[in-house]
């Protein structure tokens, strides 16, 4: 397997790795990065627990190749909060109850700055739709769906 | 620490929870987030293809001389049977294979990908067998024999596995007389009830790490609610003393009981004991994750239920037949749990009930949400449904009327406890509007309500102990050790609650000393059967009352006070005699000096604590009959009403009302949280769920295929609320309430379905597809 030398900015951080052809964003996050915030839940695209902004936009991490992330600018969870400054969904996830087990969470948190990023004033059910992508077992999420409301009533 | 945002006295009120900024934040690790470094290695298994089958034999040679593998284990190195109740299971299988997916063999390299291709370069001769995948044709007398050693197999002494059958378990109620009940009914209802297989779908996949030291110290870092059985089962089926066998479970991503007792864990540690020294991850795929763990047990109930014209309920005939699958870690306990709560929460004076535990060639029938109830209450639910119309009475009223409540005699000759039921109905009667008719939102579209009660107890063996110790730091910040998990209910948080409440100091200044490990953490039975909040409530109340007692006897001396005109109050020790105070901080663990240099009294506070119920009794082999089956029951009930499109067949709850009677909130918000999201887990059940299996080989084993509810999908009206009847031996009045949530609303969803239709569905899921064929059954019924 051929391994590439590549140049990814994470979290706004210049990172230099060297992944092999066929890794993922995903792996290369949780494994060369020890960025383990992100989850692995499918490794099929079909859960959202590892969704991640790739250039803005929100990405399922184990459908991506590292090698696509070349010169990208990459955010996960951890790199959500500014200055020990929680992010606004961060803080109305935790004030709406919107977390239980917490391993959907990351990927929620993530599809969800993205949307408010696009659509500051999203209706309910843009969030709904935003949401549709990250599977959550506990919550039943009506309270992520708040949380996503209350934080865009804030910004 | 700032004196700001401090919540003082946090029992009953909605503090944040105690594990929120780590999850939030990614801080939080899951098993699979530990670093183990360039030592780690990866291990698959090697699973059965075939739903029954001899393993004639089994060649590694050629996995083995790949480059990477390390190790392959099979059932040769893992003689014992494991099991929690009932020991049927190998770890590796050594002569047989019983459902698609039973590991035969594991392969250690030192990649995921070696290690997955070496697994398909094991060979393994398999000489097939009859299969069995039905229990009511597992109960035939000529049905294909999955254990032909059942009789030999180490049981405990509740469960009755039927020698040279498939039956793992059987649990009878001979109660009154059924047979002369019958006369005196003015209306029976009679009806087979079917409940498919169903997954857990934790979003975290099951993942174990173990390492076998060549001290012979044994550690499993594993996603698990059960810690301490693990380590004890696990140590037991493989010859470790549980001294030398350590399990750490960190954050578990959703567990709904698949991440109860053992699953694959064991695979990992036989693994490990190859390359001692190594640490070995086995990881599950989503695929393994639906048909290599736990399901849900599938169920065919047939139930006769009668009542008189006064609107009694008179006489029950119950026959509960459980598609266990190929082995039964917690099945056998299902299975009676069913019977002893075969009534679900009505008190009814003759009652016939058998409950059959069976082995099909399905994969392993495990605990989830509910232990049975959902599936009991399914049936139970639409039989008390269509009596209640048999009779003209109110489905709603009827429920008041037979309802059970405090001080009656129930199923098991049990007196029941206070009980707020009752409370529950006119709660959720109100919530939902009962009895006021709503228009459609189209012509097309039908409306109609339904209601469902339920009642559940802690199923468990009677003596489950719990544990926990309270220790103070020097800035007075408290840190509690416990035994149970997280796994997303609240635990943390209301252990928390429980010990700042107790202790006298706010909410902030406690931690939870996680993660969990069997070497330092406290005794804990098991996450399961909602019996943290109750039963390690408990421990952790009386760790935190040792603790502050002891405080007060230090400072009782350095004052030369009474113990009596003490107390701890907002993080201080205050005398209401002398009104003094003085601050916890430093003294909780340098202690204090004596005046006039007599020297020094206290030192370091660590107060411990214990809870095991001592008062269940066995209960009768025949007659199910005893003083005391079970510890209590929660119970609750939901009204729903839904709007059904005849055109497609779909189902939209319009609205969800639940409310229950948990003893005391000890955090309200986090009981709303819970019935929220337990409604959704059973509403999702409801709709959309079924683990297919075609002759015993899953056919939709992915998310794409196995659909559960998103955010699209999940009703937006819910409303939840509780009642408070308080739990004798329970923290502050406390009893369970994690899994109850989901027992009423497939129930509740199926009256509705008729209420709006007119059609009985006595088979779950409730998809669109069933509805709509059900609704042009009904249309060619009409015009033949």
């Known amino acids: 397997m051929a391994i590439h030398s590549i140049a990814v900015t994470v979290n706004g951080a210049k990172e230099y790795v060297d992944v092999a052809s066929n890794l993922t964003l995903l792996q290369m996050l949780r494994e060369s990065l020890a960025l383990t915030g992100t989850k692995n839940g499918c490794a099929a695209g079909e859960c959202g627990a590892c969704t991640v902004l790739l250039n803005g936009e929100p990405v399922n991490s184990c459908l991506v190749l590292a090698v696509e992330a070349d010169g990208a600018e990459v955010v996960t969870v951890e790199g959500l909060a500014h200055d020990e400054q929680l992010d606004v969904v961060q803080q109305t996830f935790i004030e709406e109850g919107a977390v239980q087990c917490g391993f959907c969470t990351p990927g929620m948190l993530i599809s969800a700055r993205a949307l408010l990023d696009r659509n500051p004033e999203p209706a309910e059910e843009e969030i709904r739709e935003a949401l549709v992508g990250v599977l959550c077992r506990c919550t039943g999420y009506n309270r992520i769906v708040r949380a996503v409301q209350e934080a865009a009533r804030r910004a | ?784």
């Open chain 2, 1 to 784: 620490m700032t004196d700001e945002k401090l919540t003082f006295h946090p029992v009953g009120k909605s503090v944040p929870r105690i594990d929120a900024l780590d999850k939030v934040t990614g801080a939080a690790q899951f098993t699979d987030d530990l670093q183990f470094g360039p030592g780690l290695l990866f291990g698959r298994a090697v699973r059965s293809p075939h739903p029954h089958a001899r393993i004639k034999k089994v060649d590694a040679s050629r996995a083995l001389a790949m480059p990477g593998v390390k190790a392959v284990v099979s059932g040769a190195d893992t003689p014992g049977l494991i099991g929690l109740y009932l020991k049927d299971r190998h770890v590796f299988c050594t002569d047989r294979v019983r459902y698609v997916g039973d590991p035969v063999a594991g392969v250690v390299a030192v990649s995921e990908e070696i290690a997955e291709e070496a697994a398909r370069a094991v060979e393994v001769e398999y000489e097939e067998l009859p299969a069995v995948f039905d229990p009511l044709e597992a109960l035939k007398p000529d049905a294909p024999l999955l254990h032909p050693d059942l009789g030999s197999y180490d049981v405990v002494p509740f469960i009755f596995p039927q020698a040279g059958t498939n039956v793992s378990n059987v649990f009878r109620v001979r109660k009154g007389d059924v047979e002369a009940a019958w006369a005196q009914c003015n209306g029976i209802v009679e009806g087979t009830y079917r409940v498919p297989h169903i997954q857990h779908v934790p979003i975290e996949p099951h993942v174990a790490v173990a390492r076998w030291d060549r001290s012979g110290e044994v550690t499993l870092w594993s996603s698990t609610q059960s810690p301490f059985a693990q380590r004890d089962l696990i140590a037991q089926t493989l010859g470790i003393s549980q001294g030398d066998m350590r399990v750490i479970g960190n954050y578990i991503g959703g567990g709904f009981g698949s991440k109860a007792g053992v699953s694959m864990e064991a695979l990992a540690v036989a693994m490990a004991r190859k390359v001692q020294g190594h640490p070995v991850k086995v990881r599950m795929t989503r695929e393994e994750e639906f048909c290599c763990c736990f399901v849900r047990q599938g169920l065919v109930a047939r139930v006769k239920l009668g009542g008189t014209q006064e609107g009694k309920v008179l006489a029950l005939q119950v026959e509960y037949y459980w598609d266990a699958g190929a082995y039964s870690e917690y099945g056998v306990n299902i299975t009676r749990a069913a019977g002893y709560s075969s009534t679900g929460p009505y008190t009814i004076p003759n009652v016939k009930t058998d409950s059959y535990c069976l082995y099909t060639n399905h994969p392993v029938g495990g605990p989830m949400r509910g232990f049975g109830m959902p599936e009991i209450h399914w049936s139970i639910e639409q039989s008390v449904d269509r009596l209640a119309e048999a009779l003209g009475f109110d489905p709603l009223e009827f429920r008041l009327k037979n309802c059970v409540k405090g001080g009656d005699v129930i199923v098991t000759g049990m007196v029941m406890h206070p009980v707020g039921l009752s409370q529950c109905i006119e709660k959720v009667s109100k919530a939902i509007e009962w009895g006021k008719q709503e228009p459609p939102s189209a012509p097309h579209k039908r409306r109609g309500k339904g209601v469902a009660i339920c009642w559940k107890a802690p199923a468990m063996p009677p003596n489950p102990g719990s544990e926990a110790w309270v220790r103070f730091n020097e800035d007075a910040t408290v840190s509690v050790g416990l035994g149970g998990q997280d796994l997303g209910q609240g635990a943390f948080t209301v252990a928390a609650q429980m010990a700042a409440e107790a202790l006298g100091v706010p909410y902030e200044w406690v931690r939870i000393s996680r993660p969990v490990d069997t070497k330092y953490s406290p005794y804990e039975w098991q996450t399961v059967a909602s019996r943290l909040t109750w039963s390690m409530g408990n421990a952790v109340k009386a760790a935190a009352e040792d603790a502050r007692r002891q405080v007060l006897e230090i400072v009782a001396r350095y004052w030369d006070e009474h113990l009596d005109d003490l107390d701890v109050r907002d993080g201080e020790v205050v005398s209401y005699k002398s009104e003094r105070s003085l601050p916890l901080k430093n003294m909780v663990v340098y202690g204090l000096p004596l005046p006039g240099d007599q020297g020094w009294i206290g030192g370091p506070i660590i107060g411990r604590g214990k809870f095991m119920p001592t008062y269940v009794t066995s209960l009768d082999a025949e007659t199910g009959q005893g003083q005391r089956a079970v510890v209590h029951y929660t119970t609750g009930a939901q009204a729903v009403e839904v709007e059904v499109d005849t055109e497609t067949g779909q189902v939209e709850i319009v609205r969800l009302a639940a409310a229950y009677d948990v003893g005391k909130a000890i955090n309200p918000d986090q009981v709303h949280v819970q019935l929220e999201g337990g409604v959704v887990q059973g509403a999702s059940s409801a709709l959309f769920e079924q683990l297919k299996l075609e002759q015993g080989q899953p056919v939709n084993p992915s998310f794409v295929d196995y659909r559960i509810m998103t955010a699209v999908d999940v009703p937006r009206r819910i409303i939840t609320d509780y009642t408070e009847v308080p739990q004798d031996d329970g923290p502050w009045g406390a009893r369970g309430v994690g899994e109850h949530p989901m027992i009423a609303t497939a129930p509740a969803i199926a009256n509705a379905l008729y209420d709006a239709l007119g059609i009985r569905f006595n088979d779950m899921p409730l998809t669109a597809e069933r509805v709509f064929l059900a609704l042009e059954e009904k249309k060619r019924a009409r015009s033949g």
